[in-house]
């Protein structure tokens, strides 16, 4: 296997694609520098915004993205492989401080830095959230646009129900009457089915406290059932592949320059007593900070679409933030909003391990080359086999009990009945590297999907180049720490039902009290990089957040924020599908501007 180095794929694009958008590496090769918006981020929302905006001619759009492209990049585009773009050039590479709530542990923590963002590389779970979650957005930012019943149509708008790759029957495993069959993004069931999937599923029928639940996109979470991905015959569908899709990207009102950083949005003047910060500075990327910066201005506004660590890294550099801590850095500070940066909300995880009386597992596989060569070529020549779905085909959303001791000290943080607590994300085998040796094992991994732990990212210099200070402050609650002790335990009376009975050998973890399991959920948590808040929506005139809920920047004009910075709480989810939300209605909300 083999894993170009970007450069050499984003020279290969510009070959082969030159046909189709402007996609260039280097500014001097943009065909004019006229465009009346200017997209700051070619992810996840990114791109959305910039397929939207580009259905109409009257529109010209430029999408300045840092890393590179996604075409032919083989770890981004199969399915099973969703780690392995982790620590590399496709990675920003992001170190987290160190954070108390993990004994004082730092760890990786990976942001996409290629074209389709986080997209490209994420685990493709796409789940949408409960009904209560958008309802208590709506609720915050007092704007029912963003309510569960008004954001239907932009699911609709993004969502193209798709067959699995082996095309089996789908009858039982999802409603077809909560889904869109005509959007853009594919969504569909595993398209490789194991032995041990089916025994999830009837174990969920075995035990009244884990129900089945028929599909976890209805708006009701809560239940055992089948990984809805965001996978097209086989293959990653990203934001990339999918609304820059040969078909859009041929607008001639599309651009997309690759390999540049914005190092800053400035100020172009004002209106009605506003700063209007239309100007982008941007240096190209594998310069360190360098080389020479270059400027370009929008007629009509610029959109941040950084993502939740670079949308806030952004704004700071700009002089937009607490003006306290922009001083102390160096930076000058021009508005002052001190929610930039604040906020930040992750789900923490822990990976919980049983050996099983079985071979068909993923270590089988992966510890033995001629194997993996094997269902590399399946791959490649159909786009089927067990590369054709990602690492969890089934998963859970649960709630703690309405009487559980913790809220004598705690307010349930969850936005109602239909949100879970916690998620069980579970997979056939271990799927992080380095692959234990012998073994084979089944994995439930816990997360905390109702933190009330805050973190916050922070620039520590005046050099856009320099990384910021990434602090998610993972597990700093007493009540994320309960929930998670709790979700480890549901997880192993899960694994005590009837369908387990001949599977099951042992639990590998041994920690059972309180304080045996404290100690192994500090020592073993990790992230699933589920970010958002740090430019959060509050309601128009709040004396908190950084953006209206029309996604416009408070305090400025001409600079709107469009990703998953913007969302105030963490859904009950994996937060792609809430972020492409976010996207598409905020698309709208500036054509309705302009």
Not at 209 to 227: C, K, R, V
Not at 291 to 320: C, D, M, W, Y
Not at 380 to 394: C, D, I, K, L
């Amino acid at each position: 296997m083999v894993f170009f180095p970007l450069k050499q794929i984003i020279l290969a694009a510009v070959l082969v694609k030159s046909s189709l958008a402007a996609i260039v590496a280097r500014a001097e090769d943009l065909p004019h520098t006229d465009f009346d918006f200017v997209i700051v981020g070619g992810g996840t929302a990114g791109l959305v915004v910039a397929n939207r905006l580009t259905e109409s001619s009257r529109y010209s759009v430029l999408v300045i993205e840092a890393g590179g492209t996604n075409v032919d990049v083989f770890n981004s585009e199969v399915p099973f492989f969703n780690s392995r773009l982790f620590n590399t050039p496709a990675d920003w590479n992001y170190t987290t401080a160190p954070m108390t709530g993990l004994g004082g542990r730092s760890m990786s923590y990976p942001q996409g830095h290629i074209l389709g963002g986080t997209s490209s590389m994420n685990g493709l779970a796409y789940t949408r959230g409960s009904s209560d979650d958008y309802d208590r957005y709506a609720k915050l930012t007092k704007d029912i646009g963003w309510s569960w019943n008004n954001i239907q149509p932009y699911l609709r708008r993004n969502e193209r129900w798709t067959e699995p790759a082996d095309h089996h029957n789908t009858t039982g495993e999802f409603d077809p009457s909560v889904h869109g069959f005509h959007g853009i993004n594919a969504v569909s069931l595993p398209g490789f089915v194991y032995s041990f999937d089916h025994r999830v599923i009837q174990a969920a029928s075995e035990l009244p406290e884990f129900p089945f639940n028929l599909d976890m996109n209805s708006g009701n979470t809560i239940g055992i059932g089948w990984t809805q991905s965001t996978i097209n015959a086989g293959v990653r569908s990203s934001s990339a592949v999918s609304y820059l899709a040969p078909k859009f990207a041929q607008r001639q009102n599309l651009h997309i320059l690759t390999g540049s950083r914005v190092t800053r949005v400035f100020r172009t003047g004002t209106a009605k007593g506003l700063p209007v910060f239309k100007g982008v500075e941007f240096a190209d990327d594998s310069s360190r900070g360098v080389g020479p910066r270059k400027r370009i201005t929008a007629k009509k506004e610029v959109i941040l679409s950084g993502g939740a660590l670079g949308t806030p890294h952004i704004l700071q550099n700009s002089g937009i933030g607490d003006s306290a801590h922009l001083s102390e850095v160096g930076v000058k500070p021009l508005v002052h909003l001190p929610s930039v940066g604040k906020n930040l909300t992750d789900h923490a995880f822990v990976a919980n391990t049983w050996l099983v009386n079985s071979t068909d597992t993923f270590e089988t596989v992966l510890r033995n080359a001629t194997l993996m060569e094997e269902q590399t070529r399946e791959w490649n020549a159909t786009h089927m086999g067990p590369y054709a779905a990602g690492t969890f085909n089934t998963a859970g959303w649960l709630r703690l009990p309405a009487n559980s001791t913790i809220f004598k000290e705690f307010k349930d943080p969850s936005a109602g009945p239909r949100g879970a607590h916690y998620e069980f994300i579970i997979a056939n085998g271990a799927t992080r590297l380095p692959i234990p040796p012998t073994g084979n094992f089944m994995v439930i991994g816990t997360a905390v999907v109702t933190p009330l732990s805050r973190g916050s990212i922070l620039i520590n210099s005046s050099n856009p180049f320099d990384p910021p200070i990434v602090n998610p402050n993972l597990l700093d609650s007493p009540f994320d720490i309960f929930v998670m002790r709790e979700a480890i335990r549901a997880s192993r009376r899960f694994v005590q039902a009837p369908a387990f009975a001949d599977y099951v050998i042992q639990l590998v973890d041994t920690a059972v009290t309180d304080d045996e399991l404290d100690t192994f959920i500090r020592n073993s948590a990790i992230t699933v990089s589920h970010i958002v808040g740090t430019a959060s929506m509050s309601a128009k005139g709040a004396g908190y957040g950084v953006v209206d809920p029309d996604l416009r920047v408070k305090k400025v004009a001409g600079l709107r924020v469009i990703d998953s910075s913007v969302i105030p709480l963490v859904p009950t989810a994996h937060t792609q599908a809430a972020t492409y939300v976010v996207a598409e209605r905020g698309s709208d909300l500036i054509k309705a501007a302009w």
